[in-house]
């Protein structure tokens, strides 16, 4: 397995009820927008990798696969966004618009003009200059307010398209301070422990905010991290950030959605990432069961417990599952044990991988599922 692959994940959709409760969207608007496809119900995804060398009539037919085959939306990063939503729509597929957000490797201007927005290190090493684990891993800081109006006037953009039904963000984290379990060999680590370079983020900016909140700096700490108020604090840092991003989407009455790791409680522990705090209205949680060792029933207990996480806010789980690790009968196997724990569709990763039989164990499954 690649780690490249791993990290390279990494109509309209439901609108979630915070919005109403700001005020944002109307009822009336709510209830027209509660899924792509209402008269389908369990419905499928798939990320899309969209500068693939396709013309529109090809685009068309590989959507139309997808739509027979009970998938009601794509995730598409890059490529013509006009070209490839207006084929999206014309086989009655929704389109969301997939954004890397806080690891910005592929964004000269940034890195070349705000070299002090990169996160650094508990061994006081920049990202930009001193990348973990690969050389793309490049991050931005949530705590400084500069990156976070930078990251919102992009995704009020995006929003605006008249093109795009949705925003899905991915990379909306700090850098992994531990590597899921199966990954460690790869890179000949041992992470039982969190470890300096892979700690993130002891910027000045954020150390001076964190002192202001409590007295303390965590360079000077014993232990950061086990200092929970410290470790709050970077949860809460990527928390801030996507609540502005949503409030961006939102003003443009389209949902947001993020693809995040598996459950609430590893995602806290290895990237940052509390996402059942989240003001989303879809997640989808990368459950890549082989990462972690783990088999499908693994997926079933990360679906269920990212439900009960999510339980008084309104958003909906899809579960992520990873094609190259799936056969086609494993991958209807993964979509009926993410259905029976509450998930309310899936997404694949990534359109490419999904061969002809995984279409076949798809359309035989969502079509059971739906029969109820």
Not at 157 to 174: C, Q, T
């Amino acid at each position: 397995m690649k780690r490249r692959d791993f990290l390279e994940l990494s109509g309209r959709g439901t609108l979630g009820m915070g919005a109403i409760a700001a005020g944002v969207l109307p009822t009336s608007l709510l209830s027209s927008c509660m899924a792509p496809h209402p008269e389908l119900g369990f419905t499928g995804w798939t990320w899309v990798h969209g500068n693939a060398q396709r013309t529109p009539d090809e685009w068309r037919a590989r959507f139309s696969q997808l739509r027979n085959a009970g998938f009601g939306g794509v995730l598409v990063n890059g490529g013509d966004t006009q070209l490839v939503s207006e084929a999206a729509h014309a086989e009655g597929l929704t389109f969301h618009r997939w954004q890397w957000i806080l690891n910005r490797n592929n964004d000269q201007a940034v890195q070349q003009e705000h070299p002090e927005w990169f996160t650094i290190s508990r061994n006081g090493e920049s990202s930009l200059t001193h990348s973990p684990y690969v050389g793309y891993y490049k991050w931005l800081c949530p705590s400084r307010a500069p990156v976070r109006e930078y990251l919102r006037s992009e995704i009020a953009g995006i929003a605006a398209d008249e093109n795009i039904d949705g925003v899905h963000l991915d990379y909306i984290r700090h850098c992994d301070v531990i590597l899921p379990r199966g990954l460690w060999e790869t890179y000949d680590l041992i992470q039982d422990v969190e470890l300096p370079e892979f700690d993130f983020c002891y910027c000045e900016v954020c150390r001076e905010q964190f002192e202001a909140q409590t007295d303390r700096d965590p360079f000077t700490m014993d232990d950061p991290p086990s200092d929970e108020e410290w470790v709050r604090f970077r949860w809460d840092g990527v928390t801030r950030l996507v609540t502005e991003l949503a409030d961006a989407v939102h003003q443009e009455r389209k949902p947001i959605s993020a693809a995040v790791f598996p459950t609430p409680t590893i995602a806290r522990t290895l990237v940052r990432q509390s996402w059942d705090e989240w003001p989303l209205d879809m997640v989808f949680p990368m459950l890549y069961h082989s990462f972690y060792l783990e088999d499908i029933q693994w997926m079933g207990r990360g679906v269920a417990e990212g439900v009960e996480a999510l339980s008084d806010r309104g958003t909906d789980i899809r579960a992520g599952l990873y094609l190259p690790d799936v056969n086609p009968q494993e991958l209807a196997r993964a979509i009926r044990v993410a259905h029976q724990n509450g998930a309310v569709g899936f997404s694949t990763f990534e359109m490419n991988g999904l061969t002809d039989e995984h279409l076949a164990a798809v359309t035989q499954v969502v079509d059971e599922i739906r029969a109820g």
